[in-house]
């Protein structure tokens, strides 16, 4: 395949040093001359583990060329990738300057492009950037429509520096977010060859990919320094602590905890939380990332209730009171903190109503939930039945497998606020189904 690279950078030199191994031929492009006579000459500006040779490599098999010319870099191939930089600005926000003006000059070539072209953007933008912003530019200034004269994908990098090419040969996966079908399978061909599952998602969903990696990651390190200044401090050796962690290779380092769902709740995570955030400030030490987990922790039940507010029904059903499934345990319960929420604020008539609950959990004693909640027992209820039939909004609190049943009993006229992501979209057919996360 033809292929333009838009960015002479760090991503888009990798690209021209890598790609050619495919069987492709590519034509880099930039606004700086001195980049492109740099790539014409065999040689980049960027330096990168193995990359100069590479470029050396492609150059001399006339695999690659570089131009300042947009019009010639479109004509001369059927398929772009954009790599040009995405600045923050000083508030924290993104600055797609860069990526509209290549966007507008590409769309201005493909006017006299007669051919079906695929633009394919790897520069980091947030959700809605390209769908939103950068494909009407490209209607606009091509005169051309969407997945009719062209397709556009987003082809996330995971690249790290350093290690790109070898991350680049080495993918967990490639993830190409795509207008239609046709755009998708042509940018699949680009990577033919890599052995590494392909995935094909909405843009969208391409575009944040790259946000929750580098969160992750961002989190992962933060986690690793706290804990470890705090292990410093009381004079333990933190790696050799941390390799017994990364022993535990079922919940520690794998995607146990990772689904989206409601607060985490028990008597184990939360309580151990508080103990060591203590313990850290009795060290004169200040553990904000720590302290954000329960922070967040209780923003999220707090998000629940304004969903509720906002939904601005008065019979409230729970389905499940313990903090997770298939335990009775209502110790630190995010289900209990909930209820309680609500009681609160309908006290204070900040719901501007009454509000009514009813509960049921198959698995929580009556009895013993009397002994340390006991306002909460005029509001049991004996079966799903019954609590379903009383209420206008029913919420999902655990993921106990009796929560099947539900379909059996919901109206089209209730609504299913599921916390815990229970049910998949569309498999509870006859109500507004609603998630917070």
């Known amino acids: 395949m033809k292929i333009s690279v838009f960015g002479l950078g760090y991503v888009g030199s990798v690209l021209l040093g890598c ?80 990526v509209e003006t290549v966007t507008a000059s590409i769309g201005a070539a493909l006017k006299s492009k007669s051919d079906y072209f695929v633009v394919g953007y790897r520069s980091t933008m947030l959700p809605g950037s390209i769908e939103n912003f950068l494909i009407p530019v490209l209607e606009e200034s091509s005169d051309k429509k969407l997945n009719k004269d062209f397709g556009v994908c987003m082809n996330p990098e995971f690249l790290r520096e350093g290690q790109a090419v070898y991350d680049f040969f080495n993918p967990a996966r490639t993830v190409i977010g795509e207008s239609d079908p046709k755009a998708g399978e042509k940018m699949e061909l680009v990577y033919k060859g890599l052995d590494a599952p392909v995935v094909h998602v909405p843009i969208n969903h391409a575009e944040m990919i790259k946000y929750i990696d580098n969160s992750y990651h961002g989190l992962k390190i933060a986690f690793a320094n706290e804990i470890g200044a705090i292990c410093n401090r009381i004079g333990m050796d933190s790696s050799e602590v941390m390799k017994l962690f990364f022993m535990d290779d079922k919940l520690n380092i794998s995607a146990h905890y990772l689904k989206p769902g409601f607060a985490f709740g028990g008597s184990c995570i939360p309580k151990d939380l508080n103990a060591i955030i203590h313990f850290a400030k009795q060290l004169d030490m200040d553990p904000r990332l720590l302290e954000g987990v329960l922070s967040s922790n209780s923003r999220h039940i707090e998000r629940a209730l304004e969903l509720i507010q906002q939904l601005g029904k008065t019979n409230v059903g729970i389905l499940g009171l313990s903090f997770k499934e298939d335990t009775d345990d209502v110790r630190e319960s995010p289900v209990v903190k909930l209820v309680n929420r609500i009681f609160e604020k309908s006290y204070l008539r900040l719901f501007d109503k009454q509000i009514f609950i009813s509960i049921w959990d198959p698995h929580v004693n009556r009895s013993e939930l009397g002994q340390v909640l006991p306002h909460f027992i005029p509001m049991l209820k004996d079966s799903m039945e ?52």
């Open 19 to 98: 790609l050619p191994d495919f069987g492709h031929e590519l034509i880099g492009d930039d606004i700086k001359s001195e980049k492109v006579e740099l790539i014409n000459s065999g040689q980049s500006q960027v330096y990168e583990k193995d990359l100069i040779e590479r470029i050396k490599k492609q150059s001399e098999s006339n695999k690659i060329s570089a131009t300042t010319d947009d019009h010639k870099a479109i004509e001369e191939t059927e398929l772009c990738l954009i790599c040009v930089g995405t600045p923050g600005n000083l508030d924290g926000s993104i600055n797609l300057d860069h």
């Open 386 to 437: 019954d609590v379903v039939k009383g209420s206008d909004i029913v919420v999902i609190g655990n993921a106990n497998s009796e929560m099947k049943e539900l379909n059996k009993y919901i109206k089209d006229d209730q609504i299913v606020l599921d916390l815990v992501k229970f049910f998949k979209k569309d498999e509870l057919q006859n109500c507004e189904y609603v998630t917070i996360s």
